[in-house]
């Protein structure tokens, strides 16, 4: 399974989620994965409600189009964004051409 895969417009993403970080941010490649520090505690929802909050931020779309497929108790989630749109640094990041033709 790949990191980073595209479904459509949509991007499907294989993260490993640091909890507690010092500040939110997409890392890097993390073996099979993409490692992803955010602020929030991993308690009641709020890592996850954080994760999604941030990640559509990060992609310019919507809170709603960033959707948890798996792994809503553990540190390992695989995560939906529909019509995601990285900007020229985030592709870079992780592994996408920028160029969509």
């Known amino acids: 399974m790949a990191a980073v895969e595209r479904d459509g417009d949509d991007l499907v993403l294989t993260l490993r989620v640091q909890p507690r970080a010092k500040n939110d941010a997409i890392v890097g490649p993390h073996g099979d994965a993409i490692r992803v520090r955010i602020t929030a505690p991993p308690v009641e929802g709020k890592a996850n409600d954080h994760l999604g909050r941030f990640l559509a931020k990060r992609f310019g779309v ?3 189009d960033v959707t948890l497929i798996s792994g809503e108790s ?5 995560v939906r964004i529909a019509g995601a749109r990285p900007d020229a640094e985030l592709a870079e990041l992780l592994g996408l051409s920028s160029d969509r033709g």
């Open 62 to 64: 919507h809170r709603r």
């Open 74 to 78: 553990g540190r390992d989630k695989r």
